[in-house]
């Protein structure tokens, strides 16, 4: 079982930056796939970016490539994702999440869920 606490988030001006956490409890983080989900109002969860368990893959959706950064630190059992040029369609609730092996961009595959945090880009 594994348990996921995000940390981060907030409001932001256009252009701004955000960094979003997620400490992941237990011994075996380095065999977790992690993920960034986003779901916005009226919308479906989107995929955002995934890195792989030795943090030596990544992979980014399209519309976040260039402005999103993920990492992975397995000695803290954590995962960030750096936010830099934020736009007001990067509004929604941020979810992490872990899976064994290796990282998927479809949410249904995840296994442990983090509580989701707002973040909200002001234009």
């Known amino acids: 079982q594994v348990q996921l606490v995000q940390s981060g988030g907030g409001l932001v001006q256009t252009g701004g930056s955000l960094r979003l956490s997620c400490a992941a409890s237990g011994r075996t983080f380095s065999s977790y796939a992690m993920g960034w989900f986003r779901q916005a109002p009226g919308k479906e969860r989107e995929f955002v970016a995934a890195?792989?368990?030795?943090?030596?893959?990544?992979y980014y959706a399209d519309s976040v490539k260039g402005r999103f950064t993920i990492s992975k630190d397995n000695a803290k059992n954590t995962v960030y994702l750096q936010m830099n040029s934020l736009k007001p369609e990067d509004t929604a609730i941020y979810y992490c999440a872990a899976k064994v092996s290796s990282m998927r961009i479809i949410a249904a595959v995840y296994d442990y869920w983090g509580q989701g945090t707002q973040v909200t880009v002001s234009s």
């Open positions: 890195i792989s368990g030795s943090g030596g893959n990544t």
